[in-house]
């Protein structure tokens, strides 16, 4: 792992939903240089998953309205 694999994992941590290409813009690397990276640290365990984490208001706001449409 370098300086590179270490921004691109700093960059996922603070704006998960990056896509390749924006990656790739803002370190002024290939498209697939970036995939095979990214690849490469899901294969090393540097990534481990990729998840949606949320609010307690909106989890609230789903049981709700889970529990709205079952009435």
Do not use: G, H, W
């Amino acid at each position: 792992m370098d300086e590179i694999d270490l921004n691109i994992i700093l960059l996922l941590m603070n704006i998960s939903r990056l896509t390749y290409r924006e990656i790739s813009d803002f370190l002024d690397l290939s498209v697939n240089a970036v995939y095979k990276r990214v690849q490469t640290l899901i294969d090393i365990r540097a990534i481990e998953k990729f998840t949606a984490r949320l609010k307690p208001y909106a989890i609230n706001a789903l049981l709700l309205d889970r529990a709205l449409f079952k009435i």
